[in-house]
């Protein structure tokens, strides 16, 4: 059995609506695919959490995305939790 590995790093709402994630270690912007983002972004919609203008929300934190087996997911339990305290 594959072990997920959580990473720490930032989440990001970009202008287009789309999320990204920027891990602490990589330092590098990616854009997650919409099949794993689409939970996360309805979230994140209802919740009228949205750029506006030139400010897009971002979120930080530790298994905001987990790897399994160096497939990278959305996190949405860490998310949810993150955004509440905002």
Known sequence: MTKETKE??????????????????ELSAHRLPDDQAAKGISFLDQHKIVPQGASCPAFHGEGLIGRVAEQKHLNLDVLKGIAKKK
């Open 8 to 25: 720490k790093g930032t989440l990001i709402r970009g202008a287009d609506g789309a999320l990204y994630y920027i891990s602490d270690t």
